[in-house]
């Protein structure tokens, strides 16, 4: 399973990144208004951070002709940039068109099934279900996420299964079991699954029972 991190702040992508666990970045228009610096030269700091990642860089643009014009700039201005555009059906004909171009795309704000099997016949890299915003209007995020990996296995199709809008350690773990193929998740949250507290508990007694042996080498 890969893992992106929900973010555009370039201190906390260095961070991870030199771990060696994270294989791409999400940013969106949020998260670049946050950092307060040109959004381009943002973007690029983030793939030169990550330049082996996928980088997702959202569109702005609202009118077919400016998204498709707008998709093609952002993603010539890095190799491995990712433009994400919202799953809408009026962008439809535009997501074919780059799709034919090449252009590698993760289709956003998808909240069914119907969208995610549309978005899949076009070809397009990755598609994103936002499973917490239907956890928030009553809906089961993660049975979309399940919905959606047998939709992808039965029929065959080589669009990535991408798990967004996750709210918490337990959303994560869940995506993992559902089959995602990729999770991109906030930073606290990432950083939070990682420790429990047995481990520093035990780590703690290990620690308290070695000392007893008032040993002040080893090995």
């Known amino acids: 399973m890969k893992i992106f991190l929900d973010t555009a702040n370039t201190e906390l992508i260095q961070k991870w990144a030199q771990t060696g666990l994270i294989d791409g970045i999400t940013t969106n228009p949020t998260h670049l208004s946050k950092e307060g610096k040109n ?20 569109v ?8 498709y014009t707008q998709a093609r700039e952002i993603a010539a201005l890095c190799d491995n940039i ?14 074919k068109q780059l799709v034919d171009e ?19 016949k076009l070809g397009v890299h990755y598609i994103s279900p936002f499973i917490g915003r239907l956890d928030d209007i009553g809906h089961d995020g993660i049975a979309l996420i399940k919905q959606l990996r047998h939709m992808l296995d039965w029929y065959g199709f080589e669009t990535e299964l991408l798990a967004a809008s996750i709210r918490d350690t337990q959303h994560f773990e869940n995506v993992i079991i559902a089959g995602a193929d990729i999770a991109t998740v906030p930073v606290a949250v990432f950083e939070k699954s990682l420790t429990h507290e047995l481990t520093d508990k035990g780590m703690a007694q290990f620690l308290a029972d070695w000392k007893k042996l008032n040993i002040s080498q080893f090995p």
Do not use: R, W
């Open 60 to 67: 702005v643009e609202t009118e077919p002709k400016k998204v």
């Open 102 to 120: 090449g252009i590698a795309l993760n289709i956003t704000l998808l909240f069914s099934l119907v969208q995610g099997l549309m978005m899949a």
């Open 39 to 58: 959004p381009a030269e943002q973007v690029l700091a983030i793939c030169d951070i990550l330049p082996s990642g996928s980088i997702s860089v959202e």
């Open 82 to 95: 990712v433009v994400k555009i919202p799953c809408h059906p009026p962008y439809y004909a535009v997501i």
